[in-house]
């Protein structure tokens, strides 16, 4: 990774009290505006019952849209680190956790609003004892109307990517699954392969001896990784359906739609080369190249969208440059 230049950090004074656990959120941002503030709030209003809020960190990317302009909270532990550049979610998060003594680390997306609940009863579930190789522990998402959004995922696989690019996964669901799942399958609690990345609450523990995220993934497919290395270790992903929490969806990452799906499309690659075999990964990136973009490059033209198709052909251009200046490792 290229050097840059170091981070300023702002501290705020912190509350103290004094809880069985211990729980620190870190939220990167990168010109998110006002839902990142609306999400800093939200936290400060969130129940705080059987453990103590250490610190929220909010690790800024670079923004340039004021997003951090009237961060300041008394209420809350709150320290800003600003960088001068974008490095990527999966650094960020890193950035954020480090140093942290806390108990569980809380990745959340800064266009997300808690509800009362939301970290008070996730904290209680992975306290009881019987939960302790619950690794990680999410929550159900949903929009403006109340309706579930994508809220877990299953890890993904050759057969299910194929799905996706070829719409089988919606005509033969049984036998292409889909990657997300569906808000019918997310109607109760249960241990899934992976909970969404807007709400990651992580043991500590898990995450220091996972080495944290692995920071190749720019962004995408960071989390799925994450819980599939946990996996292996032999801790659990938990949903609970019953603790909600307000996501946008979309977020920053709609300003940039071709770069968007050039790191989506690099991500993917790059988790293939590094869990599937060699032949499953070479397979997924012929897919990718050809299959993918034939798809939706079709679609574009179907549906008379210049700008679709122009964003197609930039993110897919970037790709190929990345693909022959450095490879997919």
């Known amino acids: 990774m290229a050097d840059i230049a170091s981070p300023r950090i ?5 509350k103290s009290d004094c809880m069985t656990a211990t729980l620190d959120v870190i939220i ?18 969130a129940e705080e019952s059987g453990f103590d809020l250490t610190r929220v960190v909010v690790v800024d990317n670079g923004s340039t849209d004021g997003s951090l302009d009237a961060m300041h909270n008394p209420g809350l532990p709150l320290t800003v680190i600003h960088n001068p550049e974008n490095r990527g979610f999966a650094a960020a998060c890193n950035q954020g956790a480090k140093g942290s003594k806390a108990d569980y680390l809380l990745f959340l997306n800064p266009d997300t609003r808690l509800f009362r609940e939301t970290l008070s009863k996730p904290i209680h579930f992975m306290e009881q004892p019987e939960n302790a190789q619950v690794g ?3 929550v159900r998402l949903v929009d403006d109307f109340g309706i579930t959004t994508i809220s877990c995922a299953r890890f993904p696989s050759v057969k299910i990517f194929f799905g996706k690019m070829t719409g089988l996964s919606r005509i033969l669901p049984r036998v292409f699954p889909s990657h997300v799942m569906s808000s019918g399958e997310c109607l109760h609690s249960s241990t899934v392969d992976q909970v969404i990345g807007a709400f990651f609450l992580v043991r500590k523990s898990l995450c220091n001896s996972l080495g944290g995220f692995d920071e190749r993934f720019f962004v995408y497919f960071e989390e ?4 599939l290395r946990a996996k292996r270790k032999g801790f659990s992903s938990y949903y609970l359906s019953d603790v909600l929490l307000y996501h946008k969806g979309g977020g920053s990452s709609e300003k940039a739609k071709a770069k968007r799906l050039f790191y989506s499309l690099r991500s993917r690659v790059q988790y293939g080369f590094k869990h599937f075999s060699l032949p499953e990964a070479l397979a997924l990136l012929m897919l990718t190249l050809t299959l993918e973009l034939m798809a939706r490059m079709s679609l574009a033209i179907f549906s008379l969208s210049m700008s679709r ?17 450095k490879g997919w490792k």
């Open 309 to 325: 198709f122009n964003e197609t052909i930039r993110g897919y251009s970037q790709l190929i440059v990345y693909l022959l200046a």
């Open 28 to 45: 990167v941002n990168w010109n998110a505006g006002q839902p990142l503030r609306e999400c800093v709030l939200s936290i400060g209003s």
């Open 136 to 138: 990680i522990c999410g």
């Open 10 to 14: 702002f501290f705020f004074t912190p």
């Open 224 to 227: 799925v990784d994450f819980s």
